[in-house]
């Protein structure tokens, strides 16, 4: 009988699971595979879908574009690559291909378009990380019948290069992220999920890319719930203050030398991927990241946010709409390097180092935190957590406030502070003698990861999972965690009210409270009211842009001896093009004090091909017809300058390939390592100095 009833309840909600599913999206159809929750329950499993064309060539630090369509049936079974990164955990080395705009989808029903869709968004510092199901296996999520979907998105430098341009507006990692769910909207109803019901979540740095959707004009209106864990937006040291500055620094840690904006981005999209990244790590420890901005608006072009945070948010222009949000107990453990107390004032404050209120706010926080000293080991508790507050717990402190004063939605808020074998952050809590739970501990009880497969977790540790994954469902299902009591949810959690700051208190046992760490957030209420300005903070980027376009300069009125000018007699000859070009030079006599410069790239290919000739300054003298070369892959040449002297021929990583249209204009670049791609062109050249000739306005 109870066989019967199971198998009829299978029945109404799709039938029994096919081994090889098959579903139609806007691009074609995917092909995924069933397979079992731990505790033996069946869903439907669709990975390595793209959302986006892949960000290589052109595309490169570009918005993403719509996915291209697909012939046959693509094979969704396993994951797509991760972008770009080093990997934080395992091999501490590169992994990663640009390649790597993909999502995941795991859902118990193909049939019908009702549930609710929970979109993850990793964290990492937007410099690591990955959707993978090594890490966030949808799998207890699933089973309290929702639709579970991980993305993917551009990370690091790759990610958030910002040059305050209409090319380069910065924040494609976002826009990935926004390019993603506005697939799975148009596409999730296949899936069996619901498109108007889409709960967007994320965990530290997806954490803030939840807080920036909700105040984004072009992503708010695509979700209906956000829960923001242990990150938020309201923090000014997530967006970069300086990006035009920071693209130079990473120039110059390439060994580069470019200076305007044109310059940078051609140095850029020449270098691979692996260098890019492992530049980027090398001044991540030197304190610069590549993450968020707030861009400038340009016509025509899509932003995701373009003004301050908190202007956005005390204005009440975020979206209006239910939110979680909440942090663990001890967000940060980061090694002491100082003992000054000042440092860990927030920037935003703008108080002067050494001054009087400097010293007194100092002062306060010693007492307010410290029992005793504030140095040496006996204190690392106590330093933990005023470090955990400064950095998270304050500014999540901070949103909630001004977020319930401007919406008339249901906010919730939480402390996770419990302390399990599921607690990724265990051993090295443990190691340092301290019992609290850590950054990113609730994603142990949220998600199957591959961390904790030989983890044997206590009888309570399976409590706290199954109350973990009952309030966030329930949250995505409702918008409310808590609709009834039960067994696991012994406790209705209030949402906060303008007068009071209620909160879950997630520990061993749930405990509804209000105003949590109320002694340390009034001192910091204070502190921000007296000295936080709003019309300080910061605003579009202001860095001056310099173009190639920008620049005059002068034609000299000598002509270097290495090129050929326009007197050239029509009985000298040709230079002779090979595989791609080679650079003859012709014999005079220099001025003694004048350097030949060097032409460190070569020439463009069209279906006519034409050598431009030109002089130390970059400007044509001579363009000469040649025959079209079909190679399309150039070999090494060494140039011999006009003194005789090699010089050394670029890196390979550095040459750029472009294929010019009939009316001289390049239609497309990539760089010389990547794989060809089907719809890039395979008969292309070089020629360094392309973009500054259009720069001018172009040379017909």
Not at 636 to 659: A, F, H, W, Y
Request: hydrophobic fraction near 35%; glycine fraction near 8%.
């Amino acid at each position: 009988m109870m066989l019967a009833v199971n198998e009829f309840l299978d029945d109404l909600r799709g039938g029994r699971m096919t081994e090889a599913p098959i579903v139609t999206v806007e691009q074609g159809q995917l092909q995924g595979k069933t397979v079992n929750s731990p505790s033996g329950k069946g869903f439907y499993s669709f990975q390595g879908i793209p959302y986006a064309k892949p960000p290589l060539g052109t595309l490169r630090f570009k918005a993403p574009e719509p996915a291209d369509p697909w012939d046959g049936v693509r094979d969704a079974t396993s994951e797509g690559n991760v972008c770009p990164q080093i990997d934080p955990i395992l091999t501490k080395e590169f992994i990663g291909d640009e390649n790597c705009l993909y999502l995941n989808i795991y859902t118990p029903n193909l049939d019908g378009a009702f549930l609710p869709v929970m979109i993850y968004i990793h964290g990492g510092g937007f410099k690591n990380g990955s959707g993978s199901a090594s890490l966030y296996g949808g799998d207890f999520l699933v089973e309290k019948d929702v639709v579970v979907v991980t993305i993917n998105h551009r990370l690091g430098a790759l990610g958030f290069l910002s040059l305050n341009t209409p090319e380069v507006p910065g924040n494609a990692g976002l826009k990935d992220i926004v390019q993603a769910i506005r697939w799975v909207k148009e596409n999730i109803h296949n899936f069996g999920g619901n498109s108007g019901n889409l709960t967007v979540f994320g965990e530290s740095s997806g954490g803030v890319a939840t807080a920036i959707l909700t105040a984004s004009h072009t992503a708010k209106v695509l979700i209906s719930k956000a829960i923001i864990q242990s990150g938020t937006a309201i923090d000014n040291s997530v967006f970069q203050k300086s990006p035009i500055s920071n693209a130079r620094r990473l120039v110059q840690q390439l060994g580069g030398e470019a200076e305007d904006v044109d310059d940078i981005l051609e140095f850029l999209n020449a270098t691979s991927a692996r260098e890019l990244v492992e530049a980027t790590e090398k001044l991540s420890n030197e304190g610069l990241n590549f993450g968020a901005t707030i861009e400038k608006e340009f016509p025509g072009v899509e932003s995701v946010i373009t003004e301050s945070f908190s202007d956005i948010l005390t204005s009440g222009r975020v979206a209006n709409i239910p939110i979680m949000i909440g942090s663990t107990t001890l967000e940060l453990t980061l090694e002491r390097k100082s003992d000054d107390l000042q440092d860990l004032i927030p920037e935003e404050l703008h108080i002067e180092r050494n001054s009087e209120q400097s010293l007194e706010i100092a002062d306060k926080i010693k007492s307010l935190y410290f029992k005793g000293s504030h140095t040496g080991v006996e204190s690392l508790n106590e330093y933990f957590e005023l470090l955990s507050d400064t950095m998270i717990n304050i500014h999540t402190h901070r949103h909630v406030k001004y977020l319930v004063q401007v919406s008339n939605k249901p906010i919730y808020y939480y402390k996770f502070d419990y302390v399990g074998e599921l607690n990724w952050s265990k051993k090295l809590l443990s190691s340092l003698g301290l019992h609290h739970a850590g950054h990113m501990d609730e994603l142990g009880y949220l998600f199957k990861n591959e961390i904790m497969k030989d983890v044997e977790p206590t009888p309570q540790d399976l409590k706290m999972r199954e109350r973990m994954v009952r309030m966030w469902t329930n949250f995505a299902k409702s918008g409310n965690p808590t609709p009834e009591e039960n067994y696991y949810l012994t406790v209705t959690w209030l949402p906060v009210t303008r007068d009071n700051l209620y909160y879950l208190n997630l520990g061993s046992e749930l405990s509804l409270g209000s105003n949590p760490d109320k002694e340390k957030m009034d001192f910091w209420d204070e502190v921000y009211s007296k000295y936080f300005r709003i019309w300080e903070q910061p605003k579009a980027i202001t860095e001056e842009v310099v173009r190639k376009s920008d620049k005059i300069v002068p034609v000299p009125e000598q002509t270097p001896a290495a090129f050929h000018d326009e007197t050239t007699p029509e009985s000298e000859p040709t230079p002779e093009v090979v595989s791609p070009v080679q650079i003859v030079e012709t014999p005079a006599e220099p001025e003694p004090s004048q350097t030949e410069e060097v032409i460190d790239q070569i020439e463009v290919v069209q279906e006519t091909t034409l050598v431009e000739v030109t002089d130390n300054n970059g400007f044509v003298k001579e363009e000469v017809p040649t025959e079209p070369i079909t190679k399309s892959e150039p070999e090494p040449v060494n140039i011999i300058n006009g003194n005789g002297n090699e010089v050394k021929k670029p890196r390979t990583s550095n040459e750029i390939k472009m294929v010019q249209q009939p009316n001289g204009t390049p239609k497309d670049v990539i760089r010389a390592n990547d794989p060809p791609e089907d719809d890039l062109p395979k008969n292309i050249g070089v020629n360094k100095f392309v973009n500054f000739f259009e720069s001018l306005g172009g040379k017909k």
